[in-house]
């Protein structure tokens, strides 16, 4: 959110991207309702409508509750992908797992003969095209009765309207309890979740304690209102770094 509002500077009118209340809106509720308004949120919407103001204590929009359960699907299935890539675990090994079983007899059946990675490919598939069957037959059904409302009367509904079924769901979180055990605390990860520490790390300390490495306009954003240096724009300027970049700037300053 800061990051679109605040550090990115490509107009000159203003700082961020200019989005629209219901963009900001779908990225702060799409997991649901804010309970807790927090500081730098209640900062950026000071002053606004106070009907907008109470949006963001409703349920989300629509919109946002698609925005959400499609990244669900998504990053799922993509560490589906990536976790049978990395050799983390086989198609064997994931077979009886729901939806994803049915798709391995499918693929089985259908392409016997096809290569390993190729039917990895099918199996993930099968797997979206399940999940994103069931959540438009679910969505319709509790659409439905609710055909003629306005957004105000979606909005203070007690439970999602764009959702998987219950049965569904329950499958997905086997799923995902899977992945939590088998990809998430695979020992190559965790290794590779300790360098990046490292590496953010080292780069937060040289950068508090040298800020004239930090590009000019970064610079003065963190040596502006204080005598010491800012923490939170170290922080902002590196979690604006991509992973490649991170790497390149650790092993420019620590070889």
Not at 168 to 193: A, P, S, T
Request: charged residues 30%.
């Amino acid at each position: 959110m800061k990051i679109v509002t605040k550090l990115e500077k490509n107009y000159a009118e203003h700082p961020g991207l200019n989005l629209t209340f219901e963009t900001l809106e779908g990225m702060i509720t799409h997991n649901g309702p804010l309970r807790k308004m927090n500081p730098f949120v209640n900062d950026l919407f000071k002053g606004r409508n106070r009907v907008k103001s109470n949006v963001l204590s409703s349920s989300a929009s629509l919109e946002s509750q698609i925005a959400a359960i499609s990244d669900d699907i998504a990053y799922n299935c993509h560490d589906l992908g990536d976790g049978l890539r990395a050799g983390f675990f086989t198609l064997e090994d994931i077979s009886d797992l729901p939806i994803i079983s049915e798709a391995c007899l499918e693929v089985e059946k259908k392409y016997n003969k096809a290569r390993y990675k190729t039917k990895c490919h099918e199996v993930i598939r099968r797997v979206v095209d399940a999940l994103v069957s069931d959540l438009l037959e679910e969505s319709k059904v509790r659409l439905n009765p609710l055909e003629g409302r306005n957004n105000r009367y979606i909005r203070t509904h007690s439970f999602p309207l764009i959702s998987f079924s219950k049965h569904r769901e329950k499958e997905l979180v086997k799923i995902i309890n899977f992945l939590f055990d088998n990809m998430y605390r695979h020992y190559q990860v965790c290794v590779m979740r300790e360098k990046c520490a490292s590496v953010v790390s080292d780069l937060f300390n040289l950068y508090s304690k040298k800020p004239s490495l930090l590009p000019k306009d970064w610079e003065d954003l963190a040596t502006a209102t204080r005598r010491q240096v800012s923490p939170r724009f170290i922080g902002d300027y590196i979690a604006g770094m991509t992973d490649r970049y991170a790497l390149n700037e650790h092993k420019r300053y620590f070889g």
